[in-house]
């Protein structure tokens, strides 16, 4: 991490001094950088001549005392409070009274780290993400005692330096790390409920719902033995607020080694360090039975009658279904139980379907006694197309609806707390995270009603405070406005 701050401050032309704590930690990591730089201009990603000036930025600091006229230091050593809190003891005897003193940590206070300091007006966390030089996101986090003007300043050297500022008050996890709870934690809770299988979770979210990587595939990646901690640490320094409970799944999984890739072994296999695809088991050959939409569902969703009438699917209109007929229901926030009873339909022959997220691929559920015949012909039906097909199990919300709206709502109460500002917990979480949009700008898309509808009738469902709406989300949906909104 501290070598890729380095190589793009270099690439920036700032004068660069690197210090460690090993007599040949420095030393290393100016070659090391300096062969990066080489690789980048071989493969014309940067002239010979910008790799000359960027290596010319870098030297090596013998002691401490040699960074006595930086304007700026930057730690990323250990991520250990005390260590910090040392680091940054010994420098304030060294550099002068206007030298800001910058925390890479990513999960520690900064706030905590500045109170061991004689002035903690001049600490500030800049958190940059791994690794470093393609990762162009990075965190400004300001304490309670931190002088703006420092948090001003370290905005500008991010920007210089070719990444993107984003600024933060000093709360766990900051932005990026806070607003990505979410996305893990609910996946893990829907495999605790048996909704659906990890590989089956991860292509609906993939495939349809546009993440980049399903969650069991991330932490696969990730390792459990990095993503665990971070949901418990974060779950622990808010108080065990419900929205950011971890799941003992992971837990467990953690305690008997299946740490992902680096195990070889996870939610997936790893033989020889290639991932082993696991199908999806949907097996399509049901019989052609007429379809039924309740008059409701058609008008609150015509994409969905328009795409039977793309795949020539055979309709029943009429008010009430023929005794043989496939009940296609539509439900949003609720399980396929609860809106078959609620319409009186017959449970047997029900099957939900996400019309949330049709494109890419399709989530059916079943009611616990709904017919394998009736199953069967829907998968057939809505598969006939070339579109992947995932069968659930009952749950309020299918999967894509409750993760994006979990999303959504942590985002909105981020943007309530004041921890950034709108545009930069997306900005954030986009280029931090990967996601297909940012979290609000997600919320945009399905819109804020159908998000506030979703919560409420998963919070009904559950009874589980994890699901309450935060009241920034609240007042634009009933405002029927962005929640990119800013004014609270």
Known sequence: ???????????????????????????????????????????????????????????????????????????????????????????????SD?????????????????????????????HFFSPVPLMKIVEVISGP??????ADRLTNLAEKMGHKPVRAADTPGFIVNHAGRGYPTEALRLLGENIGSAPGIDRILRLGAGFRMGPFELMDLTGLDVSQPVMESIYNQYYQEPRFRPSPIARQRLMAGLLGRKSQEGFYQYPNGQRMECSSGVVSGGER??????????????????????????????????????CLLLPVGEDVTTRAVSLGIDPKRAVGLDPLFLNGCRTLMTTPITEPGYRDAAVTLLASDGIPVEVISDSPGFVSQRVVATIVNIASDMAQQGVATPDDIDQAVKLGLGYPLGPLAMGDKLGARTVLRILDN???????????????????????????????
């Open 458 to 488: 998963l919070f009904n469902f559950y009874r589980d405070p994890r699901y309450r709406p935060s009241p920034w989300l609240t007042r634009r949906a009933l405002l029927n406005v962005s929640l990119l909104t800013s004014a609270t």
């Open 98 to 126: 206007n030298c800001i003193l910058a925390t890479n940590t990513s999960s520690l206070s900064v706030t905590a780290i500045a109170a061991g300091c004689t002035r903690p007006e001049r600490v500030a966390g800049f």
């Open 289 to 326: 039975r007429s379809v039924w939409l309740s008059p409701s569902d058609c008008e609150a969703f015509p994409q969905v009658c328009a795409l039977l009438d793309a795949i020539d699917a055979p309709r029943d209109t009429d008010e009430k279904p023929a005794s043989d007929s496939l």
């Open 145 to 150: 005692r931190t002088n703006p003007h420092v």
């Open 1 to 95: 991490m501290g070598r890729g701050i380095a190589q793009i401050a270099a690439q920036a032309g700032i004068p660069v001094l690197l210090y460690d704590s090993r007599p040949e930690g420095a030393a290393e990591a100016k070659k090391e950088i300096v062969g990066v730089l080489e690789k980048l201009s071989t493969k014309g990603k940067i002239t010979t001549e910008q790799q000359t000036q960027a290596s010319r930025c870098l030297g090596e600091a013998q002691a401490l005392s040699d960074l006595a006229n930086c304007e700026v230091v930057v730690e990323a050593i250990v991520e250990d409070i005390e260590a910090k809190q040392g680091l940054f003891s010994q420098l304030e005897a060294v550099v």
